[in-house]
């Protein structure tokens, strides 16, 4: 339920639990908008081991089937190019092909992108070229070697990636300026959503947070941005957020190869994975595995079906299904074999919060007072950082979600294919995964140490 006209007011006391993406986006605009009594708890720093945005980086970029995400993302690119946010932004372009042997999906999804974007007023033209064979994706991604045999796609020149760790830690440390309280760690793990008063069998009243530690945090809304985690906290979630992940690993380039690659368009091969170009401080370049994503069902009290969540420890994400090491070494061979036998290091799996129709979902939750839930981020949140958080604000603001894309939604709808993403939904606890991580980071830790300091 939404918050009554006398709760909401600028010195409300507003507790946002998560301090990932979305969290720090929605404090950031309840500053911008002059609320001047926020708190946000996470059960780490900043950036979390338990966000999907810590990481090295991720995409920026317009390219949706659907109109209505492709203004968005318009959007948060201008705000990406803004003195604010622009350090962390790199438009180097992003290049999107299907490899020689992708299924027929992947040309179907980029011909609606394509028509999507064309449709669209606001995209820059000329920004598009058609990349249907190897020489014209040479003429736009010149830093490619291998053969790139059979790759056909386009390349879209206004787009390209965000430095996503250290543009939350940038965001973390701006709040800390202006007055945002934090607390970490035990005191900011929240474990129960406690209910303070009953004034109906239905609405049970603003809730406090209770913590690890016993700590019980008291507010007048309480926003959760609790990523792929939401359901742990919040079990009535679990029917529309399916806590779903991918593989990300790295490998070590010496300041040479990093400097042939640098400038480098994203290279997002529809079927096998995507990479960037190295990070200019330490030349790790960034890799990470497509597929229809893992997920990690347990028994729920919740629902008679199962529902997916994250595993509770950071540690149990390190490692990576061994089928997307292959995937990985696959588009290596193909785009840059020179790395193609490199250890992949910093191997881990990262979770998001997916919902059926990849729609986020930012509303308050039923049967609570004044509990406002924003997430859903379907793997396709990063790039919104800029401009996330004033979605949420508008939701506190107007005591309703006037989208109907954006609401709480209907549990019962489970099981569809996501039409952007190629590859079958795997258990995460069916596949076997590399058991040689502390082997590589060892081998690169010689490397950097050699080359980087
Ligand atoms: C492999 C992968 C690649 C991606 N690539 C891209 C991309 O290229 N472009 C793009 O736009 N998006 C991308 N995304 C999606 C993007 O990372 C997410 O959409 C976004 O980070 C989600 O933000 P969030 O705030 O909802 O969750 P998170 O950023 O995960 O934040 C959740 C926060 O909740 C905290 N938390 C968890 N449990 C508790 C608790 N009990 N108490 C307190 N705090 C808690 C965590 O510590 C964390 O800080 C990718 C996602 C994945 C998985």
């Avoid at 299907?98 to 394509?114: F, T």
């Avoid at 030349?283 to 595995?289: N, S």
């Amino acid at each position: 339920m939404a918050p009554s006209q006398d709760i909401l007011s600028k010195s409300s006391r507003i507790l946002i639990v998560g301090a990932g993406t979305v969290g720090l986006s929605a404090a950031f605009h309840l500053t911008e908008r002059g609320y001047t009594n926020v708190k946000v708890i996470d059960r780490d720093t900043v950036p979390s081991a338990y966000s999907a945005g810590n990481d090295l980086n991720k995409i920026v970029r317009a390219d949706y089937q659907d109109p209505f995400y492709a203004k968005l993302a318009l959007k948060a690119i201008s705000a990406w190019e803004t003195p604010f946010w622009s350090s962390f932004f790199r438009r180097t372009g992003y290049l999107v092909s299907a490899s020689g042997s992708a299924p027929e999906k992947a040309s179907v999804l980029s011909s609606k992108i394509l028509s999507c974007i064309n449709n669209q007023p606001d995209f820059p033209t000329d920004s598009i070229h058609l990349t249907p064979e190897s020489q014209s994706i040479r003429i736009h991604v010149p830093q490619l070697t291998g053969e790139i045999k059979g790759w056909s796609g386009y390349f879209n020149k206004h787009a390209g990636y965000a430095h996503a760790s250290a543009a939350l830690k940038m965001v973390y440390e701006e709040l800390a300026r202006r007055c945002v309280e934090f607390i970490f760690g035990e005191d900011g793990e929240a474990t129960e959503i406690e209910a303070i008063s009953t004034k109906s069998s239905f609405v049970r009243g603003t809730p406090n947070i209770r913590t690890r530690s016993g700590a019980i945090h008291t507010a007048d809304i309480v926003i959760l941005a609790l990523g792929a985690y939401t359901a742990q906290l919040l079990p009535a979630a679990g029917g529309q957020l399916t806590a779903k992940a991918w593989s990300v690993a790295h490998i070590q380039l010496t300041p040479e190869e990093a400097n042939q690659l640098a400038g480098m368009p994203v290279v997002n091969c529809q079927d096998l994975g995507f990479f960037f170009e190295p990070d200019p401080d330490t030349g790790l370049l960034k890799l990470a595995a497509h597929g229809g994503g893992y997920t990690n069902l347990g028994t729920s009290v919740f629902y008679k079906y199962e529902v997916s969540l994250p595993p509770p420890e950071a540690s149990q994400n390190r490692g990576i299904p061994v089928h997307d090491e292959s995937s990985i070494r696959q588009l290596l061979a193909e785009t840059l074999p020179q790395f193609q036998h490199r250890p992949l290091v910093d191997q881990f799996i990262c979770w998001c919060a997916d919902t059926e129709d990849s729609e986020y979902v930012i509303d308050f939750v039923p049967e609570w007072d004044n509990l406002l839930l924003a997430g859903g981020d379907s793997g396709h949140a990063f790039k919104m950082f800029p401009v996330f958080g004033e979605w949420v604000v508008d939701t506190l603001e107007q005591g309703c979600q006037d989208l109907e894309r954006w609401r709480w939604k209907n549990p019962e709808r489970r099981g569809s294919e996501i039409s952007w993403r190629i590859g079958d939904i795997r258990d995460i606890k069916d596949v076997k995964r590399s058991d040689k991580v502390d082997d590589f980071n060892r081998a690169a830790g010689s490397l950097k140490e050699a080359s980087w300091v």
